[in-house]
C-alpha cells in the first residue's frame, strides 16, 4: 500500500514540476534571446536528467552497478520509444535540418562513445567517463554559439515574459518537484517489482527506468499540449545525451562502473542504438522532416516489444 502510494504522489509531483520547468524554460529563451531548442537541451535536460544521476550515482556507490548502467540505457529506450511515440501521437512535429545536421548526429556519436566504452571490457573506467565529460562540455559550448531552432514554434504569441524573480522560483520548484517526485516513484515501484522478485537488471531497464523517464514525459505532453514542440524535441535529444554523457560520465569518475548481468550488452544496448538510429529515417519516410502519428505508433510498438522481450 505505501509503495502504490509513493508511485502515485510521485507521478503528480512529476507533472506539476514539469509545467513549472517548461514556464521557466520558455521565460529563459525569451529574456536570453536565445532558441527555445537550446534551452530545452541545456536547462529543461539537465533539471529532468538530474533523477538518473542521483539514482546512478547512488546505486553505484552501493554497489549496485546494474542499476546505476539499466537506469540509463533503460531511459534513453524509453525516451524515444515510449516519451517521443507518445509526444508524436498527440501531434505532429516538423523538424528543420538542424536536427539531424546536429542533434541527432551527437546523440549517436555519444551512444557509440558508451558502446565503444564498455562492450569489449564491461567496465566504464575514469578515464572514459572524463572523456565523456569533456565531449559534453563542448557540445554544450557549441550549442550555445551556433545552434538554431530545430523545430518550429506553432504558436510564438503565447510566449509571455516573466519577472526574474518567477523565472527563478518556476525554475527551483519545477526542479525539485522533478527530484522529488522521481524519488518517490523509483522508491514504490522498485519496492512493488522487488514484492514480486523480478531481478535487478529487469527492475532498471523496465521500472527505474520509466520512472526517471517520466519527467521526459510530463515536460514533453505539457509543451505538445502548450505547442512549445521546440522544447518538447529538444528536451529529448538532450536528455539521452545528458543521461550518457553527463550522468554515466560523473559517475563513472567517481567511481568505475562494471557490467555483472551480460545482458546488458547483449540485449539492451543495442535496442538503445537501434532506437536512437531509426529516428533519422523516421523523420524522413514518409514525409520529409517530419515526425506524425503513425512514427509515434512504430516507436510504441518497438519500445513494448523491447520490454516483453526484457521482462521474458
Do not use: C
Not at 520558455?26 to 529574456?31: E, F, I
Not at 563542448?138 to 503565447?158: C, I, S, W
Not at 516573466?162 to 520548484?173: A, N, Q
Request: glycine residues 10%; proline residues 4%; aromatic residues 10%.
Amino acid at each position: 500500500m505505501q509503495d502504490a502510494l509513493f508511485v502515485v504522489l510521485g507521478l503528480l509531483l512529476l507533472i506539476l514540476g514539469g509545467n513549472w520547468l517548461l514556464k521557466a524554460a520558455v521565460a529563459l529563451s525569451l529574456r536570453l534571446n536565445i532558441p527555445k531548442i537550446v534551452i530545452g537541451m541545456t536547462v529543461v535536460s539537465f533539471a529532468t536528467s538530474a533523477p538518473e544521476l542521483i539514482v546512478s550515482i547512488n546505486a553505484a556507490l552501493d554497489g549496485f552497478p546494474d542499476l546505476a548502467l539499466g537506469n540509463v540505457v533503460g531511459s534513453n529506450i524509453a525516451n524515444l520509444g515510449l516519451v517521443l511515440g507518445i509526444t508524436i501521437v498527440l501531434g505532429h512535429m516538423d523538424v528543420r535540418k538542424s536536427f539531424y545536421t546536429t542533434d541527432w548526429p551527437v546523440m549517436m556519436l555519444a551512444s557509440l562513445m558508451f558502446f565503444g566504452f564498455i562492450y569489449f571490457d564491461q567496465e566504464l573506467q575514469r578515464y572514459e567517463g572524463m572523456a565523456m565529460v569533456v565531449f559534453l562540455f563542448l557540445f554544450l559550448v557549441y550549442l550555445l554559439r551556433f545552434q538554431k531552432t530545430a523545430v518550429v514554434d506553432e504558436m510564438p504569441e503565447d510566449d509571455v515574459p516573466l519577472p526574474l524573480y518567477k523565472t527563478v522560483l518556476y525554475l527551483g520548484i519545477g526542479g525539485a518537484a522533478l527530484w522529488g517526485g522521481s524519488e518517490l516513484l523509483i522508491e514504490g515501484a522498485v519496492g512493488l517489482a522487488t514484492f514480486y522478485g523480478v531481478s535487478e537488471r529487469v527492475i532498471a531497464i523496465t521500472v527505474v527506468s520509466v520512472g526517471t523517464s517520466i519527467p521526459e514525459l510530463a515536460a514533453s505532453v505539457i509543451a505538445v499540449m502548450k505547442k512549445e514542440k521546440a522544447i518538447s524535441l529538444g528536451n529529448l535529444i538532450g536528455s539521452n545525451i545528458f543521461n550518457l554523457l553527463a550522468v554515466l560520465g560523473i559517475t563513472s569518475m567517481i567511481t568505475p562502473i562494471r557490467v555483472m548481468d551480460t545482458g546488458l550488452l547483449t540485449n539492451d544496448i543495442f535496442w538503445m542504438l537501434g532506437i536512437s538510429f531509426i529516428i533519422l529515417p523516421l523523420v524522413f519516410l514518409p514525409r520529409g522532416l517530419r515526425l506524425g502519428w503513425r512514427d509515434g505508433i512504430a516507436l510504441l510498438a518497438g519500445y513494448i516489444i523491447f520490454v516483453y522481450l526484457t521482462v521474458q
